[in-house]
């Protein structure tokens, strides 16, 4: 058995559901903090000294190692875990509670200055073997189980999960050695920015994840593996072929290798839309369809020479993170989370998070297309510059109150 049994949930689901939400409505919690802070920076002054600059690798962590990491761990539990087992729903726990613990500590490290500098990697000091820790205790959770059922696996499925827990036992090692301020430095004076090798590697990976998740849920479909295969194959060796390194983004190779992603735009949605989803997945399959073809069309228009330097250390990259991680990511991940449960988000959440989150990145997107050559006002706190960052707000307070609904939601239920 993988992923949860036909119509029917995980024994496991509301502890997952649970984690996963609690810690985004943590993390959205610091995020509005921070919209209210860039309106009116005066505000930050009564939680001095924990200044914005201090909330900032709060926020950013906490959502990137909780929000956007865990659904995918109750994926891969729905894939390695026996649900029948009579320790699973502990199990459960103990995998997301040494992370979460993980989280926690490392969180009272960034509050307290305990940070690298280098960009979602501030695992630093006292705070850098939590997380690879808690990784290792889920790691052989995973194994454990996977013993535990393997003469019940077909010999593809133990192929599979023998290769997928050998790559997983690297990440742990990897997160830790990358996190050193000897491997690169938070700021690297030799590095001419993001080059589209760079790009395409990166969301290649993405796409790859991707396509696997309805294996991990054990979600049917329709749609040939074979020639989405040979897809993915061809866009690694257009990755392989393009230079690497310090290619610059006027380079012709650079801006063709990363115009394949083009071509996943249109595959990757027909894909996921040729399998049979439970009910209430679809509204929000279809948002993360919309966001992928705008994150993947709007990646290379921005790439593109006089784009990339206009758009480079601009709210319009505030707005891109967003486009990628509060519209994509959050759309998947909230599928996995239904499909686990096998329980709908509660009437009105997803179309409440899909609002707030278009507001916000058209309002830093808007404001990133103007805020070169208008910064002044910016600093100034003009009339116009305060709407937007008040629209901003009103975007990330409709995202709060909707996972907090949600997430109240799971607690009653």
Not at 52 to 66: D, E, I, K, M, T
Not at 233 to 257: E, K, N, R, Y
Not at 313 to 318: C, D, E, G, P, Y
Request: proline share 6%; hydrophobic share 55%; charged share 10%.
């Amino acid at each position: 058995m993988s992923g949860p049994a036909p119509g029917g949930a995980v024994p496991y689901a509301r502890i997952v559901t649970g984690y996963c939400l609690g810690w985004l409505v943590a993390a959205n919690a610091v995020g509005l903090w921070l919209g209210v802070v860039l309106l009116w920076p005066a505000a930050g002054d009564a939680l001095a000294p924990l200044t914005f600059g201090r909330w900032v690798p709060l926020h950013l962590n906490w959502q990137l190692y909780s929000w956007c990491a865990l659904p995918l761990v109750g994926a891969l539990l729905a894939w390695c875990f026996d649900p029948r087992h009579p320790q699973v729903r502990f199990h459960a726990h103990l995998g997301f509670g040494a992370w979460s613990l993980a989280l926690a500590l490392g969180g009272i490290g960034w509050l307290g200055g305990t940070t690298s500098g280098k960009l979602f990697l501030d695992w630093h000091g006292w705070t850098r073997p939590l997380l690879p820790g808690a990784m290792h205790v889920l790691w052989a959770l995973l194994a454990a189980h996977t013993w535990w059922r393997w003469r019940g696996l077909s010999r593809g499925g133990r192929v599979a999960r023998g290769i997928a827990l050998g790559l997983l036992l690297a990440v742990p090692t990897v997160l830790h050695w990358s996190a050193g301020r000897e491997v690169y430095p938070a700021v690297n004076p030799d590095s001419g920015g993001a080059t589209g090798a760079a790009l395409l590697g990166s969301t290649l990976g993405l796409v790859t994840i991707f396509l696997l998740l309805p294996v991990f849920l054990g979600v049917g479909g329709r749609r040939p593996w074979r020639a989405t295969a040979a897809v993915w194959a061809l866009s690694w060796a257009v990755f392989a072929s393009i230079d690497h390194g310090h290619a610059s983004h006027h380079a012709p190779g650079q801006i063709v290798g990363l115009a394949a992603l083009l071509l996943w735009a249109v595959w990757l949605p027909w894909f996921w839309l040729g399998h049979d989803w439970p009910e209430g997945v679809r509204p929000w399959l279809r948002a993360a369809i919309v966001w992928w073809v705008l994150l993947v069309a709007s990646g290379w228009v921005t790439f593109l020479p006089g784009v990339s330097e206009a758009w480079k250390f601009t709210h319009s990259l505030v707005g891109h993170a967003h486009l990628a991680m509060a519209g994509l990511v959050t759309s998947l991940n909230a599928v996995i989370l239904i499909v686990l449960a096998r329980r709908p988000a509660p009437p009105g959440v997803c179309a409440l998070w899909q609002a707030g989150c278009a507001v916000l990145v058209a309002a830093m997107l808007g404001l990133g297309a103007v805020e070169a050559e208008r910064a002044g006002e910016l600093f100034r706190s003009e009339s116009w510059t305060q709407a937007v960052l008040a629209l901003r707000l009103a975007g990330g307070a409709a995202m709060a109150w909707a996972s907090f609904r949600w997430w109240r939601d799971n607690l009653k239920s």
